[in-house]
């Protein structure tokens, strides 16, 4: 036998053995490879849950869309770039917009389905559908985006939807998500995702080589699970009048860079409506283009700032409600006592002015608060700087001022600022100021009249001036309601078990903090007499106007108050920045949004009250 048969022979029988191998060995493993290869999971999303407003009007619905999908590993090689170039050029973009597309999306997620472009239209949907069998890889497949039946009504509140994040990629990982959903981000989308998500099912499908479905077809399927349905406790109709009022005020005034509002219900804390102004349009975070979030992040108008929430600003003159609170609490001021109150006053060596220098005689404390008296509740601010304690610090937080309200909106809420002598001590400069680092007579001034360093939010004053209308509770504002089916029936009640807590007022001193708080809105001196002295008897409003300092320019102008004064139902806080004097401002503004809930005609409301 030649060299050259017996090398054949060897051959030959290599092959054979290799032959015996992959048939009777590997038989079953290859065999597991290609059923692996003609069998294809596809998971079917589910919508996420729609949210309303407390009657069942429709705030975010899910929109069904095609997307357009790519499937990477049927686009492997030279043939899968020529398909993705083809396909880029076809729909008008440069040649190899999809393969940087696909490549960028395999880093992160190798496996899975890459989306090439959002809700397609019925060219491209045809397009597609009419050359499938040119575009191996390539589908369209069905997705839900976010609707939003109202536009930008209550966009703060309900928040946005986005993809997750990367740095909380592993968080939602053990949460049993597989990182390519679309989740809340902010607002009641986040802080209620656990029942607005839905469960994506799946369908196990037989492929040929190009992944189109043949043979037995549907294999398997496990159906999604649509998100539950959120009913919030906002009322629409009041949530458009304070939107409205605060979009009318800041264009109105000519100067103001924004407003925030909040309407609660006194005895249960019920958000009845919450919105800052500028606002935004929610769906520009899941569907608009990188450009429009970009002009949303960084507009210096600040859009995204919910300022019911987390603007933080000098509670000027409805802070002196809770001083009176504190005077009668504490024992600084006496039922029926009269103080005089000039135009200023000298306290320390130093002249402490009233507003506008008004010298209103020698009054109490239910007239000091209707004719916002600066000089009277000087006085009370020196009581309490001589008194041991803290007495204006402890019932400004016994009042839910100084720390979170505990709205459902955890992610984006301020604190505010009740200062104290470890406020002073944190902040000032021992070098160069060290009498600033002790607690001077003029903090106590300051803080008497809601100025100085004290802080609030309108969320903050809302639930204060509640606890004055309802008799001293202080409750838990509350935007989730219940989470409930199809047919409208409660599954979930998210309101019950909200926290509660007392003030620790007596209801003989609260009285008297609410009369004055009627007179200011009523009374012949009231400083927004002028805005609710003409309501019907059954609407009478009593509450407070502010005009806060602003070192930055133009004061910012309050209102807070609750209707009916006498068995109140709605509470009203609205701040407009750089809005002026708060009676000309947001009084306005706040009765207006009364109106809409109670039901008067907003014509009823006057203009032109005081200054103050």
């Known amino acids: 036998m030649t060299s050259f048969a017996t090398v054949v022979l060897v051959l030959l029988g290599v092959l054979a053995a290799r032959l015996w191998f992959l048939q009777i060995i590997g038989g079953g493993e290859y065999q597991e490879r290609a059923e692996a290869n003609r069998m294809r999971t596809i998971i079917t999303e589910a919508p996420r849950g729609a949210i309303t407003d407390r009657h069942g009007a429709p705030l975010v619905t899910s929109r069904e869309v095609l997307n357009l999908v ?5 686009l492997t090689g030279a043939h899968g770039e020529a398909v993705l170039r083809r396909l880029s050029v076809a729909l008008g973009h440069r040649p190899g917009y999809f393969t940087a597309k696909v490549r960028k999306s395999q880093k992160a997620r190798p496996f899975e389905p890459v989306v090439l472009e959002e809700e397609t239209g019925p060219a491209l949907q045809a397009y597609v559908e009419e050359r499938r069998m040119q575009l191996p890889g390539i589908r369209l497949r069905t997705a839900y985006v976010r609707d939003y039946p109202q536009g930008s009504t209550a966009a703060h509140l309900v928040g946005y939807t986005g993809a997750i994040p990367v740095e909380s990629a592993g ?28 469960i ?47 979009r009318e005020q800041v264009v109105w005034s000519g100067t103001s860079t924004g407003a925030g ?16 102004y500028p606002t935004f349009f929610p769906g520009t975070f899941e569907s608009g283009s990188s450009r429009d979030v970009e002009r949303l992040l960084t507009s210096p108008s600040r859009p995204l700032l919910d300022r019911a929430i987390a603007g933080e600003y000098p509670a000027a003159s409805t802070f002196k409600a809770i001083t009176a609170a504190a005077a009668l609490g504490s024992g600084l001021y006496t039922p029926g006592e009269m103080i005089d109150s000039p135009g200023s006053v000298v306290l320390y060596k130093t002249r402490f002015r009233g507003f506008n220098n008004l010298d209103h005689g020698t009054i109490d404390l239910t007239t000091a608060l ?6 009277f509740f000087y006085e009370i601010a020196d009581r309490s700087y001589r008194r041991q304690g803290w007495p204006l610090q402890d019932w400004s937080r016994r009042f839910g001022l100084g720390g979170p309200t505990g709205i459902d909106l955890t992610e984006g809420e301020s604190s505010g600022l009740v200062p104290d002598l470890a406020f002073k001590r944190r902040t000032c400069d021992r070098e160069t100021d060290p009498i600033n680092c002790s607690w001077r007579p003029g903090d106590s001034v300051n803080m008497s009249i809601g100025q100085g360093n004290v802080l ?44 509660t807590r007392s003030v620790g007022i007596t209801q003989n001193h609260l009285n008297l903090v609410r009369v004055g708080l009627r007179r200011a809105a009523n009374g012949t001196g009231g400083t927004a007499t002028p805005v609710f002295g003409a309501l019907p008897t059954a609407f009478r409003v009593a509450g407070k106007t502010g005009t806060a300092e602003n070192p930055s320019g133009i004061d910012h102008a309050w209102y807070v108050g609750y209707a009916p004064g006498d068995d109140p139902r709605i509470v009203v806080a609205i701040v407009i920045e750089r809005g002026g004097q708060g009676a000309n401002a947001a009084a306005p503004a706040a009765c207006q949004t009364i109106g809409a809930y109670l039901g008067f005609d907003p014509e009823r409301c006057g203009s032109g009250a005081k200054e103050n």
């Open 70 to 74: 790519a499937e990477p590993q049927l």
């Open 171 to 198: 968080d939602y990982q053990e949460r049993g998500y597989l990182g390519n959903e679309t989740v809340g981000r902010a607002g009641v989308e986040a802080e209620y995702e656990q029942y607005l998500r839905g």
């Open 200 to 246: 994506d099912g799946y369908e196990q499908v037989e492929v040929d080589a190009r992944g189109e479905v043949v043979g037995r077809g549907v294999l398997a399927r496990t159906p999604p699970k649509p998100g539950e349905t959120l009913r919030l406790s906002i009322d629409l109709r009041v949530q458009i009048a304070l939107e409205a009022a605060l």
């Open 261 to 276: 509002g909040v309407v609660l219900d006194p005895q249960t804390g019920a958000v009845l409506a919450l919105a800052s």
């Open 370 to 375: 209707e004719v916002s008296s600066d000089t």
């Open 456 to 499: 609030v939010t309108p969320i903050q004053m809302a639930v204060a001036y509640a606890a004055i209308a309802n008799g001293g509770t202080l409750v838990t504002p509350t935007l989730g309601r219940a989470v409930v089916d199809g047919d409208g029936r409660v599954m979930r009640d998210l309101v019950s078990g909200r926290a």
